[in-house]
């Protein structure tokens, strides 16, 4: 294989990510949400290597569920690594009530703690370590529960302060990662109980899935992609009701922002086109037949 045909490094993928959809403001103070297990620990490790690249602060944090005797053991392996790394570490321990679905249950009671330490420490962000697999396995759960379209647009790479630096790389990149920098990491037997509609998914739909179509993972998130809609700010139809633009439409709108590039717009519909106004900077809609740009020598 030529050395210009291997695929890039996750810190590399990651960076990209980070630039191109993370919308990362310059003083960004992220937590990181940490569990010992392998996704989480390349995710602490590759953040804090881009630390001096993009200036941000890092906090990890892990959550003991209480469900399992092995947890705390885990999360020392988070600490340890967060330490060796010079990221400061700290930990929440549940204790959850009686219910039904534990899973759903055990992920809510996660997040609120997350967000809690979040809000104390003034962190600006939740860093989570879904990639790509996972968010091919997601669509599938829910295309087998009977979603419809709205349903399938799920995990964008920056949901208000979550952001998921994985998202454009997949399993074998994080593998590869930790065999690369010796991190040791643990294994929740969960993840192997074929009783869970998304291990099954795992372990049997998507290799199905792969041998019919390789690239299949690809398409499932160009799908969750193409579905993600969100409203365009400070624009509204002409009956008062928020423009949908695509995530994609939306993260195309600022990465030019970014780059200066104010003459990109995208289609609303066969009349209207959304934009920056060269004027003002802000995002209006015009006139698809005066908004486009026109040829040279037109």
């Known amino acids: 294989m030529s050395r210009g045909s291997h695929s890039p490094s996750l810190v590399t993928q990651v960076s990209r990510t980070l630039k191109e959809e993370c919308d990362l403001a310059p003083t960004e103070r992220i937590l990181i949400a940490v569990s010992g297990g392998g996704d989480s620990q390349a995710l602490l490790s590759v953040l804090a290597r881009l630390r001096q690249q993009f200036g941000y602060e890092l906090h ?123 991190l040791t990491f643990a294994s929740d037997p969960s993840n192997r109980d074929s009783r869970f509609l998304r291990v099954r998914v795992r372990n049997e739909l998507i290799p199905l899935m792969e041998s019919l179509s390789p690239r299949i993972v690809e398409h499932l998130n160009g799908l969750a992609d193409d579905l993600l809609e969100e409203p365009l700010e400070g624009l509204s139809d002409r009956q008062g009701r928020p423009i949908l633009l695509k995530r994609s439409q939306i993260e195309a709108l600022r990465r030019a922002r970014r780059l200066g590039q104010r003459h990109l717009s995208v289609p609303i519909d066969e ?28």
């Open 60 to 182: 990890a944090h892990g959550v003991d569920h209480g469900l399992r005797a092995e947890a705390p053991g885990e999360l020392a392996l988070a600490q340890t690594l967060a330490e060796s790394l010079g990221v400061p570490f700290t930990q929440t321990r549940l204790q959850l009530s009686d219910g039904g679905n534990l899973q759903e249950r055990a992920r809510d009671a996660r997040y609120q703690a997350l967000e809690a330490v979040a809000e104390k420490l003034q962190l600006t962000s939740l860093a989570t370590a879904h990639h790509a697999d996972d968010r091919a396995e997601t669509v599938l759960q829910r295309l087998l529960r009977g979603a419809g379209p709205p349903g399938l647009g799920v995990l964008p790479a920056r949901d208000e302060s979550r952001i998921r630096p994985f998202l454009r790389s997949r399993k074998a990149s994080i593998i590869s990662h930790l065999q690369r920098h010796e």
């Open 271 to 298: 009349k209207t086109e959304a934009g920056f106004s060269e004027q003002t900077g802000k995002l209006e809609l015009r006139n698809a037949r005066s908004w486009r740009k026109k040829p040279p020598g037109s």
